[in-house]
Nanobody
Framework: QVQLVESGGGLVQAGGSLRLSCAASGRTFSSYAMAWFRQAPGKEREFVTHISWSGGSTYYADSVKGRFTISRDNAKSTMYLQMTSLKPEDTAVYYC????????????????????WGQGTQVTVSS
């Protein structure tokens, strides 16, 4: 089992940058594939990006490709989301998620495959 805690959210102007962190408890962090999701007010939770257990495979939603970078440091049991060129439409609560289960290129964007979730961190981008 793993517990996830996000941090790094805040208020930033459009065009600015933020780096989110997701710290995991436990000694098996490297066994988990990880992802970031976000949920804007009045909208459903949506996939942002995914990273394999080793960090060797990453995948991004089209809406953030080229602006966001996911990474992980297994020695520190921490995952990161570097966000640049932020837009007002990036405003949302950002959640990190983890799974030890199998995933495919077809399922990694689906929230239901992730067994563990953080509490979320608010990101607000002003215009």
């Amino acid at each position: 089992q793993v517990q996830l805690v996000e941090s790094g959210g805040g208020l930033v102007q459009a065009g600015g940058s933020l780096r989110l962190s997701c710290a995991a408890s436990g000694r098996t962090f490297s066994s988990y594939a990880m992802a970031w999701f976000r949920q804007a007010p009045g909208k459903e939770r949506e996939f942002v990006t995914h990273i394999s257990w080793s960090g060797g495979s990453t995948y991004y939603a089209d809406s953030v490709k080229g602006r966001f970078t996911i990474s992980r440091d297994n020695a520190k049991s921490t995952m990161y989301l570097q966000m640049t060129s932020l837009k007002p439409e990036d405003t949302a609560v950002y959640y990190c998620a983890a799974t030890r289960g199998a995933w495919t290129v077809g399922t990694r964007t689906t929230s239901t495959i992730y067994n563990y979730w953080g509490q979320g961190t608010q990101v607000t981008v002003s215009s």
